[in-house]
């Protein structure tokens, strides 16, 4: 059967109170930017709670569920049949023509569930189920009725216009863009940092994000790594702004003048430093890693404390409870974990101490970043006025 709308349910949307005509208002306008890329012209309106999608002539029906599907604040994608209200013998007929087209054949169960929001219809819910129930088992012997757990729930809503469908495909859920500020992703070719953007971003956060880059030490493959997870994110989190930082003297200079075991823990704070300071100028209200608890020695709580040290901007950690294999499932419904898996090194992984510190004592972390003096703002602000931003689009 071919369908030319669909109904777009949302989730925590509808609990907003007098708030919510902004987020619905979002929404539709992050459903107009992701329809642009689909063949086809669509109009997007909103009725009493609800909000269509109608395709106007031909479209791509599968690539526009596909782009749906990564909406944040859509929970379901209903293809529906619509119909203008010419009285109940024709809204039976359209009925059963749906249902003959989708189910014929099939031995399932259906229950019909009738919403009559346009209190002019002269029917009653209840006695519209009821009699559209009895013309499809005449129509379709091969169905049965299941009030309680059927097959098939045919939905009927009585609206300025006659509304069927019987399919709901899941949407990603969360919050809508935008709705929530923007936050400042450290970005990495691994598998976790894109995780982390998507899951924030899900919560209705705009991001940007900053990959520090160290040539010759990590290569130019390495660099498009990220800026192809970065395009992979931005799917689902629109537009980001990917600030690429050459790291490369800040490393070494760390690795000349600091203890080797704490090597990791010095840089990664240097990175946070870097990454407030862009976030910042760019209006950015968090930083966002994807740090888990004990995945790594860097990742320890004392680890953790002792970067938080020099964060003067919230740090969002939406994985810090994930064990690996969470991180990886969400890595492949979002399709980054290929790219992710790919053998190119980032600098977090080159400058590596054989046997890093677990447990760093942040009056000893402050202690060895004194030897650093003042050589290492100049090289930070160098740094940072040198950013290149590539537009992901």
Do not use: W
Request: aromatic share 8%; with cysteine.
């Amino acid at each position: 059967m071919k369908f030319h709308a669909f109904l777009i349910k949302y989730g925590e949307i509808g609990v907003k109170g007098k708030n919510r005509y902004v987020f619905e208002d979002a929404l539709v306008a992050r459903m107009k930017q992701v329809l642009r890329r689909v063949e086809g012209v669509f109009h997007i309106t909103k009725e009493q709670g609800r909000i269509y999608v109608e395709a106007e002539g031909a479209f791509d029906y599968e690539e526009a569920v596909e782009a749906l599907k990564r909406v944040f604040g859509i929970v379901g994608i209903c293809p529906v049949v619509m119909t203008e209200d010419a009285g109940f013998e024709r809204i039976s007929q359209v009925v059963l023509d749906y249902m003959k087209d989708m189910y014929a054949g099939q031995k399932k169960t259906f229950k019909v569930h009738t919403r009559r929001a346009n209190k002019r219809f002269p029917m009653e819910s209840m006695e519209v189920s009821a009699e559209l129930g009895k013309r499809i088992l005449d129509l379709l012997p091969e169905l049965s009725v299941d009030v309680h757990e059927p097959d098939i729930m045919l939905h009927v809503e009585l609206r300025s216009k006659i509304y069927l469908y019987s399919e709901v495909i899941p949407g990603p859920g969360g919050m809508p863009l935008g709705t929530n500020g923007r936050s400042m992703l450290l970005l990495s070719g691994g598998i976790d940092s894109p995780v982390a953007g998507y899951m924030v971003a899900k919560r209705g956060v705009c991001i940007d994000a900053v990959y520090f880059h160290a040539p010759p030490y990590t290569s130019e493959r390495a660099r498009q790594k990220v800026v192809d997870l970065a395009k992979k994110v931005s799917l689902y989190s629109g537009p980001i702004r990917l600030h690429v930082i050459n790291f490369t003297d800040i490393q070494m200079y760390i690795y000349d003048q600091c203890p080797h075991d704490e090597l990791t823990i010095i840089m990664r704070r240097y990175m946070m430093r870097i990454a407030q300071q862009i976030a910042e100028k760019e209006g950015c209200l968090a930083l966002i890693t994807g740090e888990s608890i004990g995945q790594v020695a860097s990742q320890t709580v004392h680890s953790l404390a002792a970067t938080n040290d020099v964060c003067g901007l919230p740090v969002f950690r939406p994985l810090i409870a994930f064990d690996k294999e969470d991180i990886v499932t969400i890595a492949k419904r979002i399709d980054t974990y290929e790219t992710s898996i790919l053998p190119y090194e980032d600098c977090c992984t080159t400058f590596v101490a054989k046997h890093p510190v677990t447990k760093p004592r942040v009056d000893l972390i402050r202690k060895s970043e004194q030897a650093l003096s003042g050589k290492i703002d100049r090289m930070v602000s160098d740094a940072v006025a040198g950013e290149e931003v590539v537009e992901i689009r």
